[in-house]
């Protein structure tokens, strides 16, 4: 669905030329969807296997981030002639791995229930809260409210679950939904205290979505209104934005430098994944290292961000963006293909 | 000379359907039930939930409303079945339905697999192919399509 919203934007954007910028509700309503789709995405944690294996899924998970995102950086610098930033944050957008692409798959192969599926899950969540984390500092002017940002992603951490826990069941059944109030309340607050300390929402969003996963998981039904109100109405003006600022002529001129970029993500990725893959996982490692490759919800934010803050321009927004789209649908068609293992 | 050779039939003990609630599907009920009352075979009813295939949260794969819709179509087809005297057994997978239709089958071993015509389904299915196609195509077991 999100590459035909994003497509959707993408038409709209060249044929009728409707600029996101010229429409100040609909940079809101993208800001949000981001922000609400972030949060959710660190609720999905499975917080209990992430510890069970952490050890294994650390290690492949930051190596999974810092691969690509070193190559791409060093890429982007010093062969194509980007800007410091502007090849950094490419670096970001090229170094996700998108978790529920790679959950489907897994699920397709009966592997999520294994404890290979467990650890796989949990790397690709360290993955993400590295892009987060680089997001969130790398391209900051931080000023005096920074601090207060650590503190309220610190003060989240400790009272979310014990509030959540202890608000959730007495809420519970009351009209007006208070108990989504309550949850969008202190994602948009920690949003906010984002946007004021000059940092990016995106990291608080997610640690506040993980802190909460446990909560959350007591109370599956406060998780799926919210994400149905996500799904449904904030997160398409998100991807219709996204699509909006793609130039047609700029995936034209710049359809080799997407398959380069493609190939130095995908090739990034099995060099920092695969030997930690063979060692803790096995015989299956270059499947796991093609799944982990994939990349969607949180390279489109990175790249959005990008382009909103005047870090990267349109065109390098459009490369990045089908780059990122392309590292969606064509490793993981190779791996279900080729690679995937029998059950 | 000329003399009639040997040939060893196997025998259709075990039938899979595979049901996705539409008319072809469930005229592939209709069929498979009254060939395993015939040859006496026991019949396997199979609803695959077509889940989004590139989504952005993995809650997109677990919509319970999803699992419902399954119960109902399973419903109806098992009732299909009944009605022409056999006892069906039921399973629910979730996933692409061709991966999975063939991935059942590899455990279950059936001699036959029925499932009705369909059009190519999504953006994996114009990569693909329909799902007919691919399990007619890869499929160890004979393949019946319905229309």
């Known amino acids: ?343 | 000379m000329g003399g009639t050779q040997d040939v060893d039939h196997e025998r259709v003990s075990r039938i899979l359907v595979a049901v996705d609630g539409s008319e072809p599907s469930m005229r592939a009920i209709d069929m498979a039930s009254e060939m395993a009352k015939a040859l006496g075979a026991e019949i396997t009813i199979l609803h695959v939930v077509e889940i989004e295939e590139l989504p952005t949260l993995i809650g997109e794969a677990e919509d319970m409303r999803a699992d419902e819709d399954a119960q109902i179509i399973l419903g109806m087809a098992a009732k299909l079945a009944k009605g022409k005297g056999v006892e069906p057994k039921i399973a629910v997978r979730r996933g692409h339905p061709a991966n999975q239709i063939l991935r059942f089958s590899d455990a279950y071993s059936p001699q036959l697999i029925v499932l009705g015509t369909r059009g190519v389904t999504g953006a994996k299915g114009i990569l693909m192919g329909s799902v007919s196609t691919a399990v007619s195509r890869k499929a160890r077991a004979s393949v019946m399509l319905v229309r």
């Not at chain 1, 969003?205 to 446990?214: D, E, F, K, M, T």
């Not at chain 1, 991807?239 to 909006?244: E, M, N, R, T, V």
């Open chain 1, 1 to 343: 669905m999100a590459i035909i919203e994003i497509c959707l934007g993408m038409i709209l954007g060249n044929v009728m030329d409707i600029e996101v910028v010229d429409h100040e509700w609909l940079v809101f309503l993208a800001g949000l969807g981001s922000v609400v789709l972030t949060f959710l995405a660190g609720a999905e944690i499975d917080s209990d296997a992430m510890k069970k294996n952490l050890k294994s899924s650390l290690l492949i998970g930051t190596l999974s981030f810092l691969a690509p995102f070193f190559a791409a950086w060093w890429f982007c610098y010093l062969v194509l002639g980007w800007g410091w930033e502007a090849a950094m944050l490419a670096g970001v957008a090229l170094s996700t791995t998108s978790v529920a692409v790679v959950y489907i798959v897994l699920l397709e192969t009966g592997i999520n229930r294994t404890d290979t599926g467990k650890i796989i899950l949990s790397s690709c969540f360290v993955t993400d809260l590295g892009t987060a984390l680089a997001l969130s500092t790398l391209f900051i002017t931080p000023n005096i409210y920074f601090v207060l940002l650590v503190a309220a992603i610190a003060a989240s951490t400790l009272i979310m679950p014990r509030l959540l826990d202890w608000a959730l069941p007495r809420l519970k059944g009351r009209s007006g939904e208070p108990e989504v109030k309550l949850l969008l309340f202190f994602v948009v607050l920690l949003g906010v205290t984002a946007e004021v300390s000059g940092s990016h929402a995106v990291l608080p969003a997610y640690v506040l979505g993980l802190v909460v996963s446990n909560s959350l998981s007591k109370n599956r039904e406060v998780l799926v209104k919210v994400r149905i109100l996500a799904l449904s109405f904030l997160t398409p003006f998100f991807f219709i934005s996204a699509g909006l600022n793609i130039s047609f002529p700029a995936i034209v001129a710049g359809a080799g430098l997407i398959a380069v970029l493609f190939v130095v993500k995908v090739g990034a990725k099995f060099i920092g994944v695969y030997p930690a893959s063979k060692k803790y996982i096995g015989k299956d490692a270059t499947y796991i290292t093609l799944l982990m490759s994939t990349g969607l919800t949180f390279g489109t934010i990175s790249s959005q961000y990008g382009f909103n803050s005047g870090i990267i321009d349109q065109d390098q927004f459009s490369v990045l963006i089908v780059t990122v789209l392309l590292t969606a649908i064509v490793p993981t068609i190779i791996a279900q293909k080729w690679y995937a293992p029998e059950v």
